[in-house]
């Protein structure tokens, strides 16, 4: 069955840091793949998408690389602020359909 | 201007109830969607509609029923109410254009608990 795995531990990082949160995905074949953030007790915000022929995206401090032989996709946030404190879920869509990670939380420590 | 709103934003109820979530969408979008986020803080699709037709319904018990009126709204009526229904449930949306990758835009989420 599909299986969508993020790092289950919270991400302690030191502000100005380097962010990089992993997605990885069994038994799956997506044609693109989303990031999005989620605060406490809001609905989750689309950050970045990325297509299954594409290796790397950017946005502002917002980086993500999709590699499809690995079955990973990585997401950077550079110069980290107390801010960027969240979760992140990873989905992966194709189909008409998003299939999401549980997400990683970030906190970033001022 | 809210895009996505859904009412009401919590809801406690008794087992054996019936209730209802209610979303809309100003954004224009031809899609909609309906969303289960448990405890784990999966975030499962459960339905999704465009231009008021169902077109996914994912593997869900039949006292949960969605109703799209138009395009801009998609209610959730759950019947029977069960412990386990308690969740955060999410109305979202997406412009379609021929293309199915388009970002979903969520509403702010509806907190069912059952007693």
Sequence with gaps: SQKIEQNSEALNIQEGKTATLTCNYTNYSPAYLQWYRQDPGRGPVFLLLIRENEKEKRKERLKVTFDTTLKQSLFHITASQPADSATYLCALGGGNKLVFGAGTILRVKS | ?115
Excluded at chain 2, 26 to 32: I, V
Excluded at chain 2, 49 to 63: S, W
Excluded at chain 2, 90 to 105: H, I, K, L, M
């Design chain 2, 1 to 115: 201007d809210t895009a996505v709103s859904q009412t009401p934003k919590y809801l406690v109820t008794q087992m054996g109830n019936d209730k209802s979530i209610k979303c809309e969408q100003n954004l224009g979008h031809d899609t909609m969607y309906w969303y289960k986020q448990d405890s784990k803080k999966f975030l499962k699709i459960m339905f999704s509609y465009n231009n008021k037709e169902l077109i996914i319904n994912e593997t869900v018990p039949n006292r949960f029923s969605p109703k799209s009126p138009d395009k801009a709204h998609l209610n959730l009526h759950i019947n029977s109410l069960e412990l386990g229904d308690s969740a955060v449930y999410f109305c979202a949306s997406s412009q379609d254009t021929g293309v199915d990758y388009n970002e979903q835009f969520f509403g702010p989420g509806t907190r069912l608990t059952v007693l």
